[in-house]
């Protein structure tokens, strides 16, 4: 091998590394560890309303204060939910506004959305969980932590302060629906929206679904207006099936329901304020996703 080769190759590697090491830190920089979400001690950066950081010091974990891998709930539509939920009662609900538009049945406070409000309703403190990290369900080292931030109540409290948007409350007439029925109902197992066909509304997208152990996985493609691409991603707008076994007593079929995390993705840091799909990028573009406007 000559020399030349050889400062060439040298210098391909460097660039081969370089473009490596760019591509891990920006994999890195779009996780939830580098969100507002991660609120265990490693969390670096302002708090999503500028003041000083939220975190607790019981911990360097970020999945814990959401997910458990043993024992969670399993009545919130999130897989291994480790913390405690609300009872649905203590909500009030868009529908009981009464706008003259809205022609959507709404089921109780559940599914995701009740996950989210464990925290975003203000009443429970963010580190009360079911499994706390380490040994045991009550792990004392985790226990004697403390918060600090400026959205917090106190350092031993852990709540989101009243005032903040970040706290909705437990009056949700003032905050998009949520738990109710996808484009005003009729969308259903036994009478499933075809792939891009008809909606029964016209004022909203057509509905996609895969089914998957008998269970129906329901979602609005992102770009349906040019076709879309038919799979399910988490950029997408995704619904969620509310029926008996899905805190909506006395619903028989499997039907698609906005929740949440239709819009947000507790995760991601590929849009501000967790949205599956940039309301920037094009202006509005998650409400002109769902509404036909
Ligand atoms: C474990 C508690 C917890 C849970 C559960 C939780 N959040 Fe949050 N979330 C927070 C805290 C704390 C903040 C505020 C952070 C800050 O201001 O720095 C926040 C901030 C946000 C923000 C604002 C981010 C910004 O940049 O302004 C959004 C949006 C949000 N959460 C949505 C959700 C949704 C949707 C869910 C359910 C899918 C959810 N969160 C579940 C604790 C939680
Ligand atoms: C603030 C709360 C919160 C935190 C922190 C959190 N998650 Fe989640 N996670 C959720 C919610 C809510 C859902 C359900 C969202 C949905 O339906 O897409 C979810 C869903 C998931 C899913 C299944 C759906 C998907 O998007 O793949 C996985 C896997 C997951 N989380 C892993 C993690 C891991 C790993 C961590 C820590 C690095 C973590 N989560 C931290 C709230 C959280
Ligand atoms: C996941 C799909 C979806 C997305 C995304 C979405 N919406 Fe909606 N929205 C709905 C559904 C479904 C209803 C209930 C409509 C009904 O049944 O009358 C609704 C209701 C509303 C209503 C109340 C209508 C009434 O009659 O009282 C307003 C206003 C609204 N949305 C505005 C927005 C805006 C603004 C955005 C973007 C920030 C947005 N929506 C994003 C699905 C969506
Ligand atoms: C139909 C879509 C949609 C649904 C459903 C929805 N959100 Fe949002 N949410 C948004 C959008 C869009 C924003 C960004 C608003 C902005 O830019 O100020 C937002 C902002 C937020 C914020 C940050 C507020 C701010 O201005 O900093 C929080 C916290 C939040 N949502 C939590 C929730 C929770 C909890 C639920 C369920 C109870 C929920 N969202 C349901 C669309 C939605």
Known sequence: MNNSHRGVSGRYWRLVVGLLCGL?????LAGIAESVHNLGMTGTGPSANGGQRNQFSGTAEICVFCHTPHGG???AAVPLWNRRLNNPSSYATYDDLGTSTFDAEVAPVGSVSIGCLSCHDGTMAIDSMINEPGSGADNPGFSAGTWTGSDILGPDDGKLAVGIVQNLGTDLTNDHPVGMQYAGGGIS??????PQGDTTDPDFAPVLYKIRDGRYLWWVDKDW??????ERSKTDVILYTRDAANGYPGQTQQEPFVECASCHDPHTTENPTFLRISNTETPSGLCLTCHVK
């Open 189 to 194: 197992a036994s009478t499933p929206i075809l």
């Open 73 to 75: 709930d399993a009545r």
């Open 24 to 28: 891990s830190s920006s994999m890195v």
């Open 225 to 230: 207006r040019t076709g879309g691409d038919g």
